[in-house]
């Protein structure tokens, strides 16, 4: 399975974005998929996960209301929605295929992981 996060990019504080994440190879919509991501100096961080189906999401504490996740299993994708976006949300971003059916909070509850985007919030 490949994982290819797009979308990162400078945005001001306040501002909006976007992520997505397209899976190909041997990919399956019966995984849980998720977000994580990494500041400079820091360790890589749960952001939110979502259940196969898409009905099931789980966000941490720091962007719960701010950010949403969906998916398209159609497409094999994973998507984050972004807004009013802080400084201290600048990390690169990563999406990851989860072991199960539901998206966990900890790392290793993902096999898969995108190559990362960065995403870069200006004060």
């Known amino acids: 399975v490949q994982l290819q996060a797009s979308g990162g990019g400078l945005?001001?504080?306040?501002?909006?974005?976007?992520?997505?994440?397209a899976a190909s190879g041997r990919t399956s919509s019966n995984n849980g998929m998720g977000w994580f991501r990494q500041a400079p100096g820091k360790e890589r961080e749960f952001v939110a996960a979502i259940s196969w189906s898409g009905?099931?999401?789980?966000?941490?504490?720091?962007?719960?209301?701010?950010?949403?996740?969906?998916?398209?299993?159609a497409k094999n994708t994973v998507f984050l929605q972004m807004n009013s976006l802080k400084p201290e949300d600048t990390a690169v971003y990563y999406c990851a295929v989860g072991r199960g059916p539901y998206g966990s909070?900890?790392?290793?509850?993902?096999?898969y992981w995108g190559q990362g985007t960065l995403v870069t919030v200006s004060s």
């Open 55 to 73: 009905i099931t999401t789980k966000y941490s504490d720091s962007v719960k209301g701010r950010f949403t996740i969906s998916r398209d299993n």
């Open 11 to 21: 945005v001001q504080a306040g501002g909006s974005l976007r992520l997505s994440c």
């Open 105 to 111: 909070s900890y790392s290793d509850g993902y096999t």
